[in-house]
């Protein structure tokens, strides 16, 4: 059976990791110390609360990404959102604006979906692969930033940013000036108890505003503890908030989501994260990028539609085409 290194421990690695275990004697590095990148979750030290600070929810658009979920046997760890969503279209001033469409999270947190697809796989937390290095007789060997060296792998998916894997890919890579192209925006979260809770679940705001969108962690399936709200930045006011000392950051951020939406967070109990390759903002052709002849590929939601499906798809397609290369 051939060896398969996957980078990233976030929707897509985690995905195709599980699509392959039996194809693949498969083995995944993830820079944190658990599972789920942009599906990331903070808990407290006593476990009093837990709130989704990355990726807030994602779609099944297409019935094939529904089925690959399916397939993976994970239907049990996610399940519809229910939500009062409305738009603000001033400060202070909002209107309904329900989903159109299904909007699912994973239960009971967002990165419990890459935990239990990850589950019984080998899996090297707190490794951060910094380069790729091709034997002479043809296999690849992962340095990591520690120094540590895991060799002997035929192929490797590189499933972290794509800006991030592009740093890693050699130079004669197929398409890799392709990939170089991908624009990423950043985003900053404000997570956090608030002083008088909201009459809404879940908040979108005007394309002019510094905050995008605020969500009530608590109203989406599974939560339990106290309720915390998390809110996101759009990418230049992320940049600004990054540039200022931590707490001067949090209190501005503090300021604008009180401004535009009348929430009044608890910044003593509250916490920051700045997300520097948040979001696509362009996608590129394909579902993946891979190169047959060095047996390297990409997955990432930079492909199908730079969104946390674009990532399922992206996994799913690339998992039939290494099927096939066995």
């Known amino acids: 059976m051939q060896s398969l290194a996957i980078v990233g ?18 083995h995944v590095f993830e820079k944190s110390r658990g599972p789920g990148g942009r599906m990331s979750t903070r808990r407290s030290s006593d476990s009093s609360w837990h709130v989704d600070h990355g990726a807030q929810f994602f779609t099944l658009r297409e019935q094939s990404n529904s089925q690959f979920l399916e397939k993976l046997e994970l239907n049990d760890v996610f399940a519809t959102w229910n939500a009062r969503v409305v738009y603000f279209k001033d400060c202070g001033i909002f209107e309904e604006s329900p989903f159109r469409e299904p909007h699912y999270v994973a239960v009971p947190a967002m990165n419990s979906l890459c935990k239990k697809a990850l589950q019984d796989l080998k899996v090297t937390y707190n490794a951060r692969i910094t380069e790729l290095k091709r034997e002479d007789y043809g296999s690849w060997s992962l340095l990591t930033e520690q120094g540590a060296v895991f ?69 989406k399936p ?52 700045f997300w520097r390759y948040a979001r696509a903002q362009n996608s590129i052709p394909g579902d993946y990028a891979i190169d047959s002849r060095l047996q390297l590929a990409v997955a990432s939601d930079c492909f199908p539609g730079t969104r946390v499906e674009g990532a399922i798809q992206s996994a799913r397609s690339l998992a039939r085409k290494l099927s096939e290369s066995v």
């Open 222 to 273: 599974g939560r339990e503890g106290e309720s915390f709200y998390v809110a996101h930045t759009d990418s230049d006011f992320a940049q600004k908030l990054q540039a200022l000392e931590k707490t001067e950051g949090l209190k501005l951020f503090h300021k604008e989501v009180k401004r535009v939406s009348g929430l009044d967070f608890r910044l003593e109990n509250s916490f920051g994260h």
């Open 151 to 219: 060799d002997n792998f035929d192929w490797v998916v590189l499933t972290a940013p794509v800006l991030q894997s592009v740093e890693l890919l050699p130079e004669d890579f197929e398409n890799r000036s392709l990939l170089a192209t991908c624009k990423m925006e950043s985003c900053f979260a404000l997570c956090g108890p608030v002083e008088e809770e909201s009459s809404w679940d879940a908040a979108y705001f005007h394309d002019s505003s510094k905050i995008r969108w605020m969500a009530r962690n608590s109203s």
């Open 9 to 26: 421990a976030g929707i897509a690695g985690s995905l195709l990791a599980r699509a392959l275990q039996e194809k693949y004697q498969v």
